[in-house]
Each structure stands twice: as structure tokens, then as C-alpha cells.
């Protein structure tokens, strides 16, 4: 058995869209014993939200600002950014926290604000999951040290090496995410480290995942996460006997404020108990 991982999980707007800010609430969470700070990733927001910063930049600013904790955007719409440039960025960025690093990633929507319509994203659920799936292969490849050759229909990279690599080995975890009832995003997360399961409502919909999961993953035995995200009020430990490893503590993005986050930064992270999946 484990201890269940707390982690902050915070939408970059408006009083949060400062990353002098976050950074000084990660080094706060970090001495108050949470496992995690993650961020939100995106361009803009719907009203009354009018703030929004830069994940990758607020990201730079966690890993200075900290020495443990573990960062990362969750999730990024990866479909929309180039992997070749993601593949420089999070290695620097993990190499910068000394080994601390979680990807998230997933399909993105344009349904809170419009952002992929706004700025020519592709709009196609089905076309941005194999975009999203490619990138995956052209990380993996990157993170390996060796030259990556990719040809597809999205991505090119021809020859190029990637270095230095990551500190963690073999690379970057990957946490991808998925809402329940969808098969597609259970099998990409049983490819890489973790899944993040959205809008779940009850936890015995996470347990349901976790035995999908289990069998996708056989006959690996390496380490999996499964982070859950969950108000301060919910009962974690539920979740955790179902299968979570992780708590983020989520946030309103609508009306999140300094003083919300940090009143439950000082709360503390969850006291509960849990067996990792494998």
C-alpha cells in the first residue's frame, strides 16, 4: 500500500495568471507536503475569466521555485503544438526540476471558449486523436537519445537528435486523458504511465476503469498512476480504494481565487491509503 498523492490543480486565470504567483504557491504547497502542482493548459477562457497565462512558462517558474514536488500541464492539447518543439521543451523542463516532470495530455475541446476555432486548430475529434497519438511516438522517440525518423500524415522529423534527454528514464511520464465509456483513450493511456479520468461522477466508475486498464496493461508490472480529479470536499478515500494514486485538487476556473487555493493548500493533501495499479 501507498499513501494517496495530493497535488494542486490549477487554471492559469485571473488571479492565478501570474507566474510569480504560482510558482510562491507551489513552493508554499511543496512545504505543506503535497506531492504536486499541475496547470492548466490554455489560450483563453470563457467570461468572466479575462486573465490567462502560459503553462510552459509558469511550469519554468515551478521547477526554480521547488525541489520535490512533481509539475506538469494537465493536460496539453497536444494536436495543437509542434512535438518536435514539445520534445525540446519537456526535456528541458525536466532536466531544469531535476526529474520531476508528468505530461498530460489529451484530445483538447473548442466547446468552453472556442480556442481551436479561433486559431485554425483542427476540429475533427477523430483527425486531433491520431495527431495526438503521432506526437506521442515522435516523444518517445525523442526522449530515447537516439535520432527520430517520422514520416505520417500530421509530422515530419527527419534524423533529428534530441539531446540532452530527459533525467528520468526511459522519458517523460505520460499521463493521458479520457471521460468513462470511451475505449480510445483507455487504450492510449495503457500505453504510457497514467490516466486522468474527467467528469467522473461515482467511484465505482473508477473502478470499472482501473480493471479495463489492468487488462489492457498485461502482462506489464511497472508502476501506473491514476489521477482523479476531485473538489477538496469529496471523499478521497473512496476513490482510492477504487484505484486512484492521485488526488488533484480541482478548482471552479470560473471563480477561482488566491485565497480558495490557498485555504486548501493549507488544508493539507488527503490522508488515505492505496495499492497501485500494475
Known amino acids: ?30 512545504e505543506a507536503g503535497w506531492h504536486g502542482v499541475f496547470v492548466w493548459d490554455h489560450l483563453r477562457w470563457r467570461e468572466p475569466v479575462r486573465l490567462v497565462a502560459d503553462p510552459w512558462i509558469t511550469l519554468a517558474a515551478i521547477a526554480t521555485a521547488t525541489e520535490s514536488l512533481r509539475f506538469g500541464p494537465m493536460v496539453t492539447p497536444l494536436a495543437r503544438r509542434r512535438p518536435a518543439k514539445v520534445a525540446r521543451e519537456t526535456a528541458t523542463l525536466d532536466r531544469l526540476g531535476d526529474g520531476r516532470l508528468t505530461l498530460g495530455v489529451g484530445l483538447g475541446s473548442d466547446r468552453f471558449a472556442g480556442e481551436l476555432s479561433a486559431t485554425g486548430e483542427e476540429l475533427d475529434d477523430r483527425r486531433r486523436g491520431r495527431m495526438l497519438d503521432e506526437s506521442l511516438e515522435i516523444l518517445v522517440a525523442a526522449w530515447s537519445g537516439g535520432p527520430v525518423r517520422h514520416h505520417s500524415r500530421h509530422y515530419t522529423v527527419d534524423g533529428i537528435s534530441f539531446l540532452p534527454r530527459p533525467v528520468q528514464r526511459p522519458g517523460v511520464p505520460v499521463w493521458a486523458a479520457g471521460r468513462p465509456g470511451h475505449v480510445k483513450p483507455l487504450r492510449r493511456a495503457a500505453r504510457h504511465d497514467g490516466f486522468v479520468p474527467v467528469n467522473l461522477e461515482h467511484p465505482d466508475q473508477l473502478a470499472d476503469i482501473v480493471t479495463t486498464l489492468t487488462a489492457l496493461r498485461e502482462p506489464r508490472t511497472t508502476p501506473y498512476d491514476i489521477a482523479v480529479p476531485l473538489p477538496p470536499d469529496a471523499d478521497h478515500a473512496a476513490y482510492a480504494e477504487a484505484g486512484a494514486t492521485w488526488w488533484l485538487a480541482e478548482f471552479a476556473p470560473e471563480t477561482v481565487s488566491l485565497d480558495q487555493v490557498r485555504g486548501v493548500l493549507r488544508d493539507g493533501p488527503a490522508e488515505c491509503d492505496t495499492e497501485r495499479i500494475r
Not at 1 to 30: C, G, N
Open 1 to 30: 500500500m501507498t499513501r494517496l498523492r495530493s497535488a494542486l490543480w490549477l487554471p492559469l486565470f485571473d488571479e492565478l495568471a501570474d507566474p510569480v504567483v504560482v510558482a510562491r504557491l507551489a513552493a508554499e504547497a511543496e
